[in-house]
């Protein structure tokens, strides 16, 4: 199960915009980069200024860069925009958002870094998986438990209690422990499924 698996619901909503974007000129590589450019921009800005109530823009920016991916694949798919660039800026893009907004928390936990930079790590490695499956004749994988969209939830979460008052304690060792495994879990997932549908389509 996967946050992921919502995805053409939410894709369903945004097409009415999708449309009307494409007719007045907007690209699918534009929104990519608008997307990547705020989320670096935002994890700057938190990991410099960690104030508390500031964090409360982590969640509501997630929301919004969950539809700006969902808009710059459908304007892609949909409108004729598909490009070899946009496939480089839409995998790199994607992971250099997460690490950009990963990285504050990482930074204002009192336990150290270690765990926390392993768990930034792992997730930029699920997302390599995921693309190697195109290199082995198989599909980008986007198997769980805990992919881009899970890690958002998370994420978002750890926003809105950073943002009213909550502290990072001994118990965020243990949450980042379990993060790791989930991801690992994820490694493993995306690996197993992308040899497995490359082996039932190779002739």
């Known amino acids: 199960m996967s946050v992921y698996q919502l995805k053409s619901r939410f894709q369903n909503i945004l097409r009415p915009l999708v449309r009307s974007l494409a007719a007045r000129g907007v690209t699918a590589n534009q929104v990519t980069s608008v997307a990547a450019a705020v989320s670096v921009l935002l994890g700057l800005f938190l990991s410099v200024a960690p104030i508390p109530h500031w964090f409360l823009l982590v969640p509501a920016w997630f929301l919004l860069r969950m539809a700006l991916n969902a808009i710059d694949g459908m304007l892609a798919r949909e409108h004729g925009q598909k490009s070899i660039l946009g496939a480089y800026l839409n995998e790199i893009g994607d ?75 001994g118990w965020t060792s243990w949450l980042w422990a379990v993060v790791a495994l989930l ?21």
């Open 183 to 203: 991801l690992v879990w994820t490694i493993i997932n995306r690996i197993r499924a992308g040899i497995r549908e490359a082996n039932t389509v190779a002739p």
């Open 95 to 169: 992971v250099v958002s997460d690490v950009a907004l990963y990285l504050p928390f990482a930074l204002i936990d009192p336990n150290g870094l270690m765990l926390a930079i392993s768990v930034i790590f792992l997730s930029a490695l699920t997302e390599f998986a995921g693309v190697l499956g195109q290199t082995v004749g198989a599909s980008r994988r986007y198997d769980g438990p805990l992919g881009k969209s899970d890690r958002a939830v998370l994420f978002a979460a750890l926003g809105i209690y950073v943002a009213v008052g909550g502290e990072f304690a």
